[in-house]
């Protein structure tokens, strides 16, 4: 919901209060992404239920860390990464299929971003040329509106694709307990579980997260924003049907990235988006560590397992006290930081492209507070 909370096109509480209810309605329409966690990733019959919340502790203080400092990092790939560990750490790398890690895990974390960007710089070009003759108000209301449905397209097609991901956990524990037979797919109230949690999760807003995508990677109007977002909710979308575990965040982030340079005078702020290239690198390997560790601490017995449980915990209140010292909520979410300077590629090209035409004067003031400034003094003004 970040592109359309960033333009104006919904309000921050009633965006989000839409994509929770189209998350849990997307959880029920595929089960695909939950077999591949559960049935094609690690091999069920070397599991055991210490396993499973082991790598669950790997996923959760991974997203919690990321959270805190605004990075839209994968909570699929955390959840993966969380299981491969303290799967290594219980049966041995022979139990993770490798085949499946890099078919339906690794190259789709690399293909998504590119994919989605690509369609959405496409996009946003396309839209722009097809409506230089378009009336300026009516055309922004028209793509506002498109945004509303594009956005809900992206809701619908996370529910399918992040949701099935905890169902597919969630199966593997009951598989491991003995609950289910191997090769099974999910129960009915595991699926409606998932579906509410993911639900709930969206609607408490990860204000953080939507600020640093709706803002922080780049600037964007609302041709961009339905242009990015209909790209990233085709790639979701297909790739569940695929049975591809494919990170939203990757997509999502790769169409806005695109539609930020389908714009004649739009940039990325680069900077963010190496935090976030980083965050994406380091989700697998630390979630995995994090994972490994807690497994192996897991295996001293009932009273391992409750000092994992009791650090998961603490952990988790510390963070969230963190948080509290800068608070980001529904009030402040399009609030941008603005000691982070343009950078010399944003500069650059901000200069040699200028915006549109027929975008208003206020949109074609620099992004940048300093570089603006920088612009107004007479002493530092070049004229060309």
Known sequence: MATTISTGAMKPKVAVAMSAVLNLVGAFLSVEVANTISKGLVDEAGIRPEVIFAALVGAILWNLLTWLVGLPSSSSHALMGGLIGATIASAGVGAVHGDVLVTKVLIPAIAAPLVAGIAAMLATRLTYSLGKKADGEASRKGYRAGQIASAGLVSLAHG??????????????????????????????????????????????????????????????????????????????????????????????????????????????????????????????AAALVGAVAEYVTGFGAWGTAVVAVFLVASSAAIWKVSRREIVDHTNVNDTDDAEPAGVVTTAMAAVTPPPAGTPAEEQVPSFPAQATAERTPSTTTTV
Do not use: E
């Open 160 to 285: 399918t694709n992040d949701a099935q991901k905890t169902m597919g956990i969630i199966t593997l524990a009951l598989v491991a307990g003995g609950t289910l037979a191997p090769d099974s797919d999910p129960p009915m109230w595991v699926i409606l579980s998932a579906g509410i949690a993911i639900a709930l999760g969206t609607y408490l807003g990860g204000w953080r997260i939507i600020r640093t995508m709706g803002k922080g990677l780049t600037d964007l109007q609302p041709q961009q924003g339905f242009a990015a977002q209909t790209s990233a909710a085709t790639v979701i979308l297909a790739s569940s049907h695929l049975g591809f575990s494919l990170s939203t965040t990757h997509s999502v982030s790769g169409a806005v990235m695109g539609a930020g340079l389908g714009r004649k005078g739009g940039v990325v702020r680069w900077s963010t988006a190496t935090r976030m290239f980083v965050a994406w690198g380091l989700t697998l390997p």
